[in-house]
DNA sequence: CGACTTTGACCAGCGC
DNA sequence: GCGCTGGTCAAAGTCG
């Protein structure tokens, strides 16, 4: 767990960089840097140790005025503070000696260092020192209190005591949370890599780095044995759209579309019967996976870059809008399969629902769809079988995207586990009830336009051009996020950063995750071109935007 | 004329 | 068993 200790490494800086300033300037300058040089190395509770070093703790029933003579003012030597007594005396005597042992009474500065850097060997994850800096006032009494009454120093030094106590409860809270969030994001990355393993492995396709002109992430697959049977026993690479993960292999006909009655049984009764991929998958397949895209969108059709031909149109029930069905035709029995109709509640959303695998060769602008839409269904299919309705994914994914906007909406309810890809919302809104059963997963988007639709193939293009930056750890330097302030913007890149480090042990699931990340967090990225036909992925007369839903919204009541 | 869309018919699953 | 619904087929129509 190589990559979740990444992520850990990533707090300890947190922990220590709120620690110092405040304290030190409670002390002549020329005190700094051996004060500084103490209070490096707190243990819990920092605040007590911290200041236990700043002035050495006293014997059990002896005041401790044992100041370092460089702390005080010219002349000062001897002047005792009367008030910090009281400051110290509930828990300097608990840290009369050091955690591990040693006497932390010094008398001398080198004692003192001594004591610190042992005491630093034992450093947690702690981040209580903060509280330090919002009480300068308190170190101001404790140097300034010139003429001032012990009984007055007492009451304030006391009233500060609890207010720092109260501070140092809620900083170690605070502490713990992280500390949890840290575990459950290395059970997320634990899980998804098993997760992957098993599928790599059960699948028993080799996951091979593609040829360098389609990237990294293209990934090429051997086939399977009847596959290759198929195929006159060659092995022939294979790129993919794992939509319903076994079902490249099970929906595949041997004859071409147009052979009617092939029976290649695209019916999800078919796929129970017929399970024909590991234990793991079988329940997961039992349901065939749909990845759905909300998109708001005047245009006629999401341009994907594939080519799709209409075969059926359907008024379904409580939609007033007909829902109409396409399947892929860039090859000859490619089983991947979308519908597309219009949202009841509001007919500017876009719903794109696609289903299957490609069986041929992708052009890169339908790469990023693929890419994208292929594991958000990978990410539904291994987590929504193991744990209730998705759970675990969404927590993944909430762990990746804490600032995102829109969202993604998983449902494993029958017949189909879906998930939905919703670039529709604004922030921090749920502009539709969802049926129960969904588990709402946060995606950042910032196109809530008309627009969105229409760049999605840019995006996806972007997110595939994006990928080795995103892998690179780069990508914070890279993305324009102008809407977000500039605290979540590091925020976010460096969650994601973190992330993608944590997975990139794992070339194929990083090149999907990958896309699918930076796709929607590119979707803010300004394109030089508009609309939806810029992507040039339409080769034939006849494709994708050929089709006018638009159109087929006049035919409502044909059926 | 070929490719594609339209659209009524057909089939299967599911609930009552 | 029947009706409803989703999904698909295929003949007819349309378009370039």
Same mark, same amino acid.
């Given at each position: 767990m190589a990559k979740a200790s990444g992520l850990s490494i990533d707090l300890d800086p947190i922990s220590f960089s709120f620690h110092t300033p405040t304290v030190l300037n409670s002390f002549p300058q020329d005190t700094t840097s051996d004060i500084n040089h103490r209070i490096m190395f707190p243990t819990t509770p920092c605040l007590t140790n911290t200041l236990a070093t700043m002035s050495p703790p006293p014997p059990v029933d002896q005041f401790p005025v044992k100041l370092n003579p460089s702390f005080l003012p010219p002349g000062d030597n001897k002047r005792r503070v009367v008030g910090e007594r009281d400051f110290f005396a509930e828990k300097s005597d608990r840290k009369l000696v050091d955690d591990d042992g040693v006497d932390s009474m010094h008398t001398s500065d080198a004692d003192i260092k001594g004591s610190a850097d042992r005491t630093g060997l034992e450093l947690n994850v702690d981040i209580g020192l903060n509280l330090l800096t919002t009480n300068t006032s308190s170190d101001q009494s404790m140097v300034d209190?010139?003429?001032?009454s012990s009984g007055m120093e007492d009451k304030k030094a006391n009233s500060e005591v609890a207010v720092l106590q109260v501070k140092l409860e809620r900083v170690k809270a605070e502490n713990q949370r992280l500390k949890e969030m840290l575990i459950q994001v290395t059970k997320n990355y634990n899980a998804i890599k098993m997760h992957m393993g098993s599928l790599v492995q059960h699948r028993g396709g080799k996951v091979e780095k593609a040829d360098e002109d389609q990237g990294e992430d293209r990934m090429i697959v051997e086939e399977k044995p009847e596959q290759k049977k198929q195929n006159g026993g060659q092995i022939v690479p294979k790129q993919f759209m794992d939509l319903g993960l076994a079902a490249a292999d099970t929906d595949e006909p041997s004859s071409s579309s147009s052979d009617s009655k092939s029976h290649h049984e695209d019916s999800p009764g078919a796929d129970n019967k017929v399970p024909r991929f590991n234990v793991d998958q079988t329940e997961a397949t039992m349901k065939k996976a749909r990845v759905s895209v909300r998109a708001r969108s005047e *245009?006629?059709?999401?341009?994907?870059g594939c080519q799709w031909r209409k075969y059926g149109q359907k008024m379904a029930k409580g939609n007033p809008c007909p829902r109409a069905y396409y399947r892929c035709t860039m090859a000859t029995g490619c089983p991947v399969r979308k519908q597309v109709q219009r949202c *009841?509640?509001?007919?500017?959303i876009l719903i794109t629902t696609y289903e299957g695998n490609h069986n041929h060769p992708l052009p890169p602008a339908a790469m990023a769809m693929v890419s994208t839409t292929s594991s958000a269904a990978r990410m539904l299919l291994s987590g929504s079988m193991s744990s209730a309705d998705g759970l675990m994914n969404s927590n993944f994914l909430t762990t990746l995207l804490p600032c995102s906007s829109s969202m993604a909406t998983i449902s494993a309810s029958a017949p189909f586990p879906t998930i939905t890809l919703d670039?529709? %919302? *604004?922030?921090?809104?749920?502009q539709f009830p969802r049926p129960p059963g969904q588990v709402q997963v946060p995606f950042p988007s910032n196109s809530p336009t008309a627009s969105a639709t229409a760049l999605l193939p840019q995006i996806f293009v972007q997110a595939l051009n994006n990928q080795s930056k995103f892998s690179g750890l780069q990508m914070s330097q890279d993305?324009? %996020?102008? %809407?977000? %302030?500039q605290g979540q913007e590091n925020t976010l890149a460096d969650t994601v950063n973190a992330a993608t480090a944590a997975i990139a042990a794992d070339p194929s699931f990083t090149a999907a995750l990958a896309a699918a990340i930076t796709s929607i967090i590119g979707s803010s990225q300004p394109h030089p071109s508009n609309g939806h036909n810029s992507n040039g992925m339409n080769p034939t007369k006849s494709n994708g935007n050929a089709t006018n839903p638009s159109n087929s919204d006049d035919n409502v009541g044909q059926r």
């Open positions: 209190n010139n003429g001032i *245009a006629p059709m999401i341009t994907d *009841a509640e509001d007919r500017t670039l529709t %919302q *604004a922030p921090n809104s749920s993305l324009e %996020q102008p %809407q977000l %302030q």
